[in-house]
């Protein structure tokens, strides 16, 4: 599929007015602009299998399209939602486990990037990633 393959981040669009509206300290907001995100798609049907190599970690998550799971960002947010495909669009809806807000993701792959998109109590923000 589209999204099969190694991404690495190449820029950020509002990433860390997204992170402060997600109540991330200034520290972890500061490091977090400077992650270093590689990941690693790999879909075998509904079946995606993300591993993620930051600075900070490196995770390997496996979702079923439609199915609810569970994940903790880097800074330790935990949230429990679903990824489905609509269209050519990953589209994620997950609920924070500390206060039940919703945060949307959005992966898509736009030319040769992969952009993420993110929304958070009205804010939004992007990671575009390269091929490599």
């Known amino acids: 599929m589209a999204f099969d393959g190694n ?4 820029r950020s669009e509002n990433y860390e007015k997204f992170m402060e509206q997600m109540g991330i300290n200034i520290m972890k907001r500061k490091l977090g602009a400077h992650d270093n995100l590689k990941i690693t798609i790999q879909q075998e049907g509904n079946k995606f299998t993300v ?3 930051s600075t900070f ?8 399209l439609g ?8 800074d330790g947010t935990e949230l429990s939602g679903t990824w489905n495909l609509e269209g050519n669009k ?3 809806k ?3 486990k500390d206060n ?4 949307k993701a959005f992966r898509e792959i736009v030319g040769d990037e992969l952009i993420q998109t993110y929304i958070y109590e009205g804010v939004e923000a992007k990671r575009i990633f390269k091929r490599v």
Do not use: T
């Open 51 to 53: 591993k993620e190599s």
């Open 7 to 10: 991404w690495k981040v190449d």
């Open 67 to 74: 199915v609810n799971f569970e994940y903790s960002l880097a």
């Open 57 to 64: 970690r490196n995770v390997e998550i496996i979702f079923m």
């Open 90 to 92: 990953l589209v994620g």
């Open 94 to 96: 997950f609920n924070r």
């Open 100 to 103: 039940g807000k919703e945060l």
